[in-house]
């Protein structure tokens, strides 16, 4: 079976909680911030997305996937075309349904 093509990004959403801190999220906000820029993509951050075990953690739109454990390596790949795939915990919408085969939580609180 074909994989459809990503839809391209325009907004990605990076806690800067504590643990995701922690964990260097300061670093991918800074190379998010110089990639992103040429690129006309949105940064936002919040400040706790609840899933701190998962830190630090990223959320992609208009894709709906949420990644955790990301590293300023892989938001370096994926901002050049890649995928974060082996970080993703979570995909929300009709991209949930095409990951059957990929046993997701439900909802991000199920990562708790
Ligand atoms: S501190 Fe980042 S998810 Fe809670």
């Known amino acids: 079976m074909e994989e459809e093509p990503r839809q391209p990004l325009s907004r990605l959403v990076l806690c800067r909680g ?3 801190r922690r ?3 300061g ?3 800074r190379q998010i911030k110089r990639q992103a820029r040429e690129q006309a993509i949105i940064l936002l951050t919040v400040p ?3 899933v701190c075990g998962q830190a ?3 959320v992609l739109y208009p894709r709906g996937e949420w990644y955790g454990r990301v590293t300023v390596q892989g938001v370096r790949e994926l901002l050049q075309g ?3 795939d082996r970080c993703l915990i979570y995909r929300m919408g009709n991209a949930e ?3 059957s085969s990929n046993p997701l939580p439900k909802t991000p609180s199920d990562l708790h």
Do not use: D, M, N, Y
């Open 56 to 58: 630090p953690v990223l």
């Open 97 to 99: 349904k095409k990951a």
């Open 23 to 25: 964990r260097g999220s």
């Open 82 to 84: 890649g995928t974060l």
């Open 18 to 20: 504590i643990h995701c």
């Open 48 to 50: 706790c997305f609840r």
């Open 27 to 29: 670093r991918i906000f």
